[in-house]
């Protein structure tokens, strides 16, 4: 099968080893993965801040870009929710043919491959629920609604020897990243981090994982500025790692 | 730095009491989570509430003059305000028509939001307010913090201060059994005393002209059966078509605002009381401007059970002075700009767009979509600072162009391996006050990929 990468422009830059996990975790699934190297960004930081205008012609890039492919993955629900829920919105009914074929990289692996993880990770990890991929995608059923319980990633993780999966007491608060609300309403953003943080941090873990990097990045910049032992992982990199052992 | 952000920052400073703040307000929302699980069928009950005010919106001018016939056929008066002014001068012009000098009032998150205690005050009316809450905030002088929970800002050590002051308790005193009977005599005066009765409306049906008020602690029922007056005071979108759609509403209602399976008491008033005077002030005050934009008209179906507020992260560490606004969290800033967008354009971007409080909310209201859509709109209307906008621009032209993009990615990571710390962390980066930032790569993803010899 062949599997178009979208890769957010913050991974590219920032966490290039998150689109390599992606990549590899397909490719052991004998995914055919190509890179459309014309990407760049899917408009969401313009269009949650409220400039429509700036997001739509990057909208209209994305879908240039991808339209040829049948299935486009991202290791980010954030972004993917971008496109398939607030993309009509920017550019209508053009929006149609790439919403069911764009899909979180856990999804894709649940939901198309049906290949679950395997391998080995013998730590005790946290798990971060991101919000966009948990409410807007519905990887999981969430704590708000009274619904048939189910997890997607979770449902992925569980077959990995070893790795001790905890949840918190908050199964699903938001850590507070928020794309530009994590700078505009900084203290109540840091707040809500460390407030996440201290609750992995009852569980003893030694890492926190997420499908998000945005979530992780922010998680992260708290835990290093605070010199806290715990690392954050993306939940490709996880895959990735516990298949290689 | 936004109002509202600069009102966070001062509220997150007593770490201790924010991180009590957060607690308390969870609590309450975890309490909705329990008694929601004791109904199989609650989300099909959200559906069923969402279709019955979509319908009742859709022919909202028909229903309300339904209503209007049906309740002045039992005999009540109805009064039709355009605006906050005109409601708070048909009230007065009411209780100064029937010589009244002592007003109690029940729970009315609407007189609120039209400032009637002031304005009556100002005309020498003494107004009591009579849920506990609410009488708190209103001897300390303080709008309320929450829709269901008006003092929920305030420790029961605070409000011991207070009553010892106000009220004359013993000093020290912080039990809140004690305190709520000090509070019950001192209501029990106020009640005996006034000579009318001031009540919101949760529901009003528009087949038999009746309404329904929930409270606690009865205090709407004891404040309408002592005197002859009573008037209650209505948003224009409380309306419900018929008798039996209230069997959906009080069952979300209550769950939803406290965790109880139904309010203590759920009064239905149809018709004033034998030798009494009822009297219906039905209030626009912005809601006809929000029912003619579609994008945002499924606001006006909120019940104010205040769950978005429950269970909004940034509510809770924020608390509710920090909207400046009578209905402040996730449907407060819905609300706000439809009044006014210029003053309350921050309120929109006072939220992580978690979508916590469209999946918690019983009449399914798109809660984080519709602040979405307030972005948009206040971003479009320029009200936004030069420097967002300008950012927004050079975001989407150097995102539009892929070479450009990879160039000023690679300087960006650049300057942030090379730069000292001094210049990185100075006080204009925001994300650095509390955060570090990330450790950048030598070589972006792309680049990795060419490299690894695939087209």
């Known amino acids: 099968m062949e599997v178009a990468l ?240 | 730095m936004n109002e509202h952000a600069q009102n966070a920052t001062v509220f997150l400073r007593d770490e201790a009491r924010s991180a009590w703040h957060d607690n308390a307000v ?23 509430a969402q279709r019955i005010k979509a319908h009742a919106l859709s022919r909202l001018a028909d229903y309300l003059e339904e209503f209007e016939r049906n309740a002045r056929a039992l005999g009540a008066h109805v009064h039709w305000a355009r605006n906050a002014d005109e409601h708070n001068r048909i009230v007065h012009g009411i209780l100064r028509d029937h010589g009244v000098q002592r007003l109690v009032k029940s729970k009315s998150m609407l007189t609120e939001e039209c400032h009637l205690n002031p304005y009556l005050i100002e005309r020498g009316i003494e107004v009591v307010d009579t849920d506990l809450g609410e009488r708190i905030v209103q001897l300390l002088r303080e709008p309320p913090s929450h829709i269901v929970m008006p003092a929920i800002h305030l420790k029961k050590e605070d409000i011991g201060e207070l009553f010892h002051v106000q009220l004359g308790t013993p000093k020290g005193v912080s039990d809140p059994k004690a305190l709520t009977e000090a509070a019950r005599h001192h209501l029990r005066s106020k009640f ?48 419900v078509p018929r008798q039996q759609d209230l069997g959906v509403f009080l069952r979300l209602l209550a769950r939803s605002a406290t965790g109880q399976s139904i309010t203590t008491y759920s009064a239905h008033f149809h018709g004033p009381r034998p030798g009494g005077e009822l009297h219906i002030v039905i209030v626009d005050h912005g809601r006809s401007k929000l029912l003619a934009r579609s994008e945002f008209r499924r606001s006006l179906s909120c019940i104010r059970c205040g769950a978005c507020l429950n269970t909004c992260p940034v509510y809770r560490r924020s608390g509710g002075h920090s909207y400046g606004v009578t209905v402040p969290g996730p449907i407060g800033s819905v609300l706000a700009p439809s009044i006014d967008a210029e003053k309350h354009a921050a309120l929109p971007f006072a939220s992580s767009l978690c979508g916590s409080c469209t999946d918690v909310c019983p009449v399914r209201i798109d809660l984080h979509h519709q602040l979405l859509a307030w972005r948009g709109e206040i971003a479009a209307q320029g009200l936004l600072p030069p420097d967002k906008s300008i950012g927004a621009r050079v975001g989407r032209i150097v995102l539009s162009h892929t070479w450009l993009y990879r160039m000023v990615g690679s300087l960006a990571r650049f300057a942030l391996r090379v730069l000292p710390r001094g210049i990185l962390y100075s006080r204009l980066n925001a994300w650095g006050l509390s955060r570090e930032l990330p450790v950048p790569p030598a070589k972006s993803f792309r680049a990795q990929w060419r490299a690894r010899g695939k087209p």
Request: hydrophobic fraction near 40%; charged fraction near 25%.
């Open chain 1, 6 to 245: 979208f890769i957010p422009c913050y991974i590219d830059q920032l966490y290039p080893q998150v689109a390599m996990a992606t990549v590899e975790v397909l490719e052991r699934r004998g995914c055919k993965v190509v890179f459309p190297e014309d990407q760049t960004c899917c408009g969401q930081p313009m269009a949650n801040s409220g400039f429509q205008e700036e997001a739509r012609p990057l909208a209209e890039k994305f879908l240039r870009v991808f339209e040829k492919y049948e299935h486009v993955v991202a290791p980010s629900g954030s972004c993917v929710s971008m496109v398939r829920n607030h993309y009509p919105a920017l550019i209508g009914d053009r929006a149609d043919s790439m919403r069911g074929r764009v899909y979180e990289l856990c999804e894709f692996l649940h939901d198309v491959l049906k290949a679950p993880a395997r391998g080995r990770f013998a730590q005790k990890v946290g798990f971060h629920r991101s919000c966009h991929g948990l409410r807007e995608l519905r990887l999981g059923s969430g704590s708000e609604r009274f619904v048939p319980s189910q997890d997607k990633v979770r449902a992925l993780l569980v077959g990995i020897e070893g790795l001790e999966l905890c949840e918190t007491a908050r199964p699903d608060e938001c850590c507070g990243f928020g794309g530009t609300f994590a700078i505009d309403e900084a203290a109540i953003s840091s707040r809500m981090g460390r407030d996440r943080i201290g609750e992995h941090e009852k569980n003893a873990v030694s890492l926190i994982t997420g499908t998000d990097t945005s979530c992780l990045m922010h998680l992260e910049g708290l835990l290093r500025r605070d010199n806290k032992p715990i690392r954050v992982l993306h939940v490709a990199e996880l895959i990735a790692q516990a298949e290689a052992a």
């Open chain 2, 26 to 48: 969870w609590w309450v929302r975890q309490k909705r989570d329990r008694a929601q699980h004791s109904v199989p069928e609650w989300e099909e009950l959200r559906s069923l």
């Open chain 2, 192 to 239: 005996l005393a006034a000579q009318a009765g001031l009540t919101g409306v949760n529901f009003a049906i528009a087949e038999t002209g009746g309404l329904v008020v929930c409270t606690n602690e009865g205090n709407a029922d004891l404040g309408v059966a002592l005197p002859p007056l009573h008037i209650a005071c209505m948003g224009v979108e409380k309306i």
